[in-house]
């Protein structure tokens, strides 16, 4: 599947990579994490350590998620909010 995305879904992502991290509000920019491939709505705003770190990250160990007793959809909506006070 090409990864073709719509001027909106550009804009969108490029929103939240601006936002603060969503688990440990470390300040933007930030990284997006995909909830699930290829739907770019449900793209959650992380700093590097809480995407990919081997040990806070949820591409990791996932220390930072149960420290914040956190999960995706508990990052999402503060992601939301977030996007939803921008206005």
Not at 8 to 28: I, N, T
Not at 70 to 77: K, P, Q, R, S, Y
Request: glycine share 6%; net charge positive.
């Amino acid at each position: 599947m090409l990864n073709r995305l719509t001027n909106a879904e550009r804009d969108h992502l490029a929103r939240v990579k601006q936002l603060p991290c969503s688990v440990c509000d470390e300040p933007g920019p930030s990284e997006a994490h995909h909830i699930n491939q290829g739907q770019q709505y449900t793209a959650v705003a992380l700093c590097p350590s809480c995407h990919t770190g081997s040990l806070m990250g949820w591409h990791g160990q996932k220390r930072m998620w149960a420290i914040k007793k956190m999960d995706e959809i508990a990052a999402l909506n503060i992601t939301v909010k977030r996007l939803m006070l921008e206005k």
